[in-house]
C-alpha cells in the first residue's frame, strides 16, 4: 500500500486510479446535503468528477474535498481542506467536506502521531496544484489561447487579456481527461490567502447546533448494541463470570467473554449485546466478574510514582537539551525551590464515547 510519505508521480496515478497519462473520471451518487459542508461519510454531496482521490467537482462548480483521516478534535477536516483549498484558489466556504472511506489509494489512513499534515502538508498542496493546472490547462484548451495567459481564482478560471471567465464545474470534464503535468509551481508562502490565516473552523457550527454526525448516530435495521465490562487493570484478564442476572434484564440476548487482542494493549471484558442502549447498560450493571491480574499486580499508579522517584534519585538522566550551566546556576542561587511534579499514567480521554459499527 502506497503512503502519502513516498508517493511518486507513478504512485499518484496509481492510486488516483488512474490509467496512462488520463485523470480517472468517474461519477459519484448525489448526496443529501447540497447545501451543507459536513454530509454524510463518503459520499460526494454531487455528481462529480475525480480530479484526484482527495479532489472532486460537479458540473455546478461545487467542490466536494476528503478528508481521509479521523476527526477526533485535532481538526484535520478543517486543515486537510485549507490546505487543498490553498492551491486550488477556492474558498472554505465555497466547498463541502466529507469523510472518506477506509481505501488503499488514500495510502496510510491512520490517525495518531499529529501525522496527518506533519507527513502529508506537502503532498496535499502538490496534488491540489496539480488539479487547479489541469482546469487551466482545460480553459486553456477550450479558448485556444496559450497557458500562460490564463490563472486560477476562487473556483474559475480566468483569461488574463480577454477577461474570459469559466467555472471550475465547466472545466471539469475536460480537465479530467487532460494529460497529468509532471511538475506544478506552488505558491510562495507569501501568496497565501488560507494557511496561516485566522479563520473560523469549517466544523464549529455542526458541532454546536448538534447536526454533526458522530459515529453513535450510525443506525441500522436490525441493530444491536453491546457494552463492555473490562477489567480495571492494564493487561487483566477475566478470571470468570456469571451472567445470569444480565440475561433476566429486558433486551439483553446474550453475554459472553472479550479476549485481549493480539497487541495486548486492551483489558479483557465481558460483552452485554441487546437491542438498546439501556439494556446493555443495565446488562453490564448485573455482571458478576472475577478478575485475574496475576503478573500485574504492581500496575498501580502509586507503585509507578514510587520505582520513578527511585530512577531520578539513583540513575543518570538523558538531557533532553543543554543550555548553559544549570549546575552552576543552582549552585550560586539565593533562593532554591524544591518540588516534585508529577502526572498519572492516563490514556487519551475522548469527547465522544469509544465506538464502533460493525456487519457481524
Known sequence: MATLTDTSRRNFLKIAGLGGTAVYFGLFSSGTHANGIMPINGEAAFESVELNPWILIDTNGKITIVDHRAEMGQGSFHSVPQILAEELEVGLNDINVIFGQGNKKYGSQITGGSSTIRSNYKKFLKLSATAREML??????????????????????????????????????????????????????????????????????????????????????????????????????????????????????????????VFKTYREGVAVVATSTWAAFEGKKKLKVEWDDSGFEHINTDDIYKRQHENVMTKEGLPLTKQGDADKAIANGSKKLDLVYQTPYQSHYCMEPLNCTAHY
Open 136 to 261: 487551466i490547462a482545460a480553459a486553456a484548451a477550450t479558448w485556444a489561447v496559450p497557458h500562460s495567459e490564463c490563472y486560477a481564482e476562487l473556483g474559475h478560471v480566468i483569461h488574463k487579456a480577454s477577461g474570459k471567465k469559466a467555472h471550475y464545474g465547466e472545466l471539469v470534464a475536460k480537465a479530467s481527461k487532460m494529460a497529468v503535468p509532471k511538475d506544478v509551481k506552488l505558491k510562495q508562502r507569501s501568496e497565501y490567502k488560507l494557511i496561516g490565516k485566522p479563520l473560523r473552523r469549517i466544523d464549529t457550527k455542526g458541532k454546536t447546533n448538534g447536526t454533526t454526525i458522530f459515529g453513535l448516530d450510525k443506525k441500522l435495521p436490525g441493530m444491536m448494541y453491546a457494552a463492555v465490562e473490562r477489567n480495571p487493570r492494564l493487561r487483566g484478564k477475566v478470571k470468570s463470570f456469571d451472567a445470569a442476572e444480565a440475561l433476566k434484564v429486558p433486551g439483553v440476548k446474550k453475554v459472553f467473554k472479550i479476549k485481549m487482542l
